[in-house]
C-alpha cells in the first residue's frame, strides 16, 4: 500500500496464484470447477415432421456467459479446439458443443 494524497491505494498485485492469472492459465481442474457451476449437458426433443420418426433430438453442451467474459469461453474453445462460442440471447453468449463424438469427448474429460 501506498499513501497517495492522504488516500491509500493498494498496488496491483504480481503473484501468479491470483484469480485473473488462474484464468489465464486454464488448467484441466479450473474448466472443470467452471463447468460444474456454469455449465450444463441440455438434450432438446422437437417435433419435426420432416425427420424419418417425426422427432429431433438435439443433445448439447453449454456454458453461457454475459459477453464481457466471451474471452473465457473462447479460451475453453481453444482447450478443446473443437465447439463454437456465439450469441445465446441478449447479452450473453455461449460455448456450444453438439456431436456426439465431441460430446463423447467432453464426457470423458469430466
Not at 27 to 56: R, S, Y
Not at 74 to 100: A, C, L, P, T, W
Request: proline share 2%; charged share 30%; aromatic share 10%.
Amino acid at each position: 500500500m501506498v499513501m497517495k494524497n492522504k488516500n491509500i491505494v493498494k498496488k496491483a498485485s504480481k503473484k501468479v496464484t491470483g484469480a485473473d492469472n488462474q484464468q489465464e492459465r486454464l488448467d484441466e481442474l479450473w474448466i472443470v470447477g467452471f463447468a460444474d457451476g456454469e455449465g450444463c449437458f441440455h438434450v432438446a426433443i422437437n417435433k419435426l415432421p420432416k425427420m424419418t420418426l417425426g422427432w429431433q433430438v438435439l443433445p448439447e453442451f453449454r456454458i453461457v456467459q454475459h459477453q464481457r467474459d466471451v474471452f473465457l469461453l473462447e479460451r475453453i474453445q481453444k482447450y478443446f479446439e473443437f465447439g463454437s462460442v456465439g450469441r445465446n440471447h441478449g447479452d450473453r453468449q455461449e460455448f456450444r458443443v453438439r456431436g456426439m463424438d465431441n460430446l463423447e469427448k467432453l464426457i470423458n474429460f469430466f
